[in-house]
């Protein structure tokens, strides 16, 4: 049982978000999880009203849902809301592109770099590689300097991992990792209208290499099966 802490002070509060939010984009915690802020404050050392924050903040985020009377669960989003925010996304990254392109230190190509050679190290673990995946592109909108497009962009990124923990196929991750260090060179390079396209692409390619069709006739749905087995 963990021992119970003092409450004072913004980091613990900071602590609890990043613990449950982490927990919920490794699917420790999946879709439709009951999140009762008696049991979670009494495994994470905290107050409930710590907990409660918490939740406040990951539903605003759209990571959990609050429902009157019934406390809170993980959110299980659909797989339209998917689409569309990846739509929102593309419009908000080519900004943060367009921002950085040519305009790199030295300081942050090394911690990109550093993150990419992550990811690619996580290729093997699902969940995780779909957390870096995101992480990156948080990283990427945090270096723009511009508050409204890194508190967007993160909100964004956070439920759209959630979607692609539930919709994903198997390995979806894996082309990603080499756009993201195509993506780097490029910025580094300064090529922008490249570093764009590629940005848009990249999103693009998400709703149909990593998503599964939403109406897909019987015969296309399984082709891929049929080929995989020798089938067709």
């Given at each position: 049982?963990?021992?119970?802490?003092?409450?004072?002070?913004?980091?613990?509060?900071?602590?609890?978000?990043?613990?449950?939010?982490?927990?919920?984009?490794?699917?420790?915690?999946?879709?439709?999880?009951?999140?009762?802020?008696?049991?979670?404050?009494?495994?994470?050392?905290?107050?409930?009203?710590?907990?409660?924050?918490?939740?406040?903040?990951?539903?605003?985020?759209?990571?959990?849902?609050?429902?009157?009377?019934?406390?809170?669960?993980?959110?299980?989003?659909?797989?339209?809301?998917?689409?569309?925010?990846?739509?929102?996304?593309?419009?908000?990254?080519?900004?943060?592109?367009?921002?950085?392109?040519?305009?790199?230190?030295?300081?942050?190509?090394?911690?990109?770099s550093t993150?990419?050679?992550?990811?690619?190290?996580?290729?093997?673990?699902?969940?995780?590689?779909?957390?870096?995946a995101g992480?990156?592109?948080?990283?990427?909108?945090?270096?723009?300097?511009?508050?409204?497009?890194?508190?967007?962009?993160?909100?964004?990124?956070?439920?759209?991992?959630?979607?692609?923990?539930?919709?994903?196929?198997?390995?979806?991750?894996?082309c990603a990792?080499?756009?993201?260090?195509?993506?780097?060179?490029?910025?580094?390079?300064?090529?922008?209208?490249?570093?764009?396209?590629?940005?848009?692409?990249?999103?693009?390619?998400?709703?149909?290499?990593?998503?599964?069709?939403?109406?897909?006739?019987?015969?296309?749905?399984?082709?891929?099966?049929?080929?995989?087995?020798?089938?067709?």
């Amino acid at each position: 049982m963990a021992k119970k802490v003092s409450d004072i002070g913004g980091g613990r509060s900071q602590a609890v978000h990043r613990a449950l939010k982490r927990a919920i984009l490794d699917q420790a915690l999946p879709p439709g999880s009951k999140l009762p802020e008696d049991s979670i404050g009494e495994r994470l050392g905290v107050s409930r009203t710590l907990v409660r924050e918490a939740l406040v903040r990951l539903s605003q985020e759209g990571l959990v849902e609050l429902r009157p009377n019934k406390g809170a669960v993980v959110s299980h989003p659909s797989l339209e809301e998917g689409r569309n925010l990846y739509l929102t996304r593309i419009a908000l990254e080519r900004l943060v592109v367009e921002t950085l392109s040519g305009s790199l230190t030295q300081e942050q190509i090394d911690t990109l770099s550093t993150h990419i050679a992550a990811e690619e190290a996580a290729r093997t673990e699902h969940a995780a590689s779909i957390r870096l995946a995101g992480e990156f592109h948080t990283l990427l909108a945090q270096m723009t300097g511009n508050a409204s497009l890194i508190r967007y962009v993160n909100e964004l990124v956070a439920r759209s991992s959630l979607i692609l923990a539930l919709y994903g196929r198997p390995h979806s991750s894996e082309c990603a990792v080499s756009e993201h260090r195509e993506l780097l060179d490029k910025l580094i390079a300064g090529k922008t209208d490249e570093a764009v396209a590629l940005m848009t692409h990249h999103l693009d390619s998400i709703t149909t290499r990593a998503l599964l069709p939403r109406k897909d006739s019987l015969a296309d749905a399984l082709h891929a099966y049929a080929v995989a087995e020798g089938l067709a």
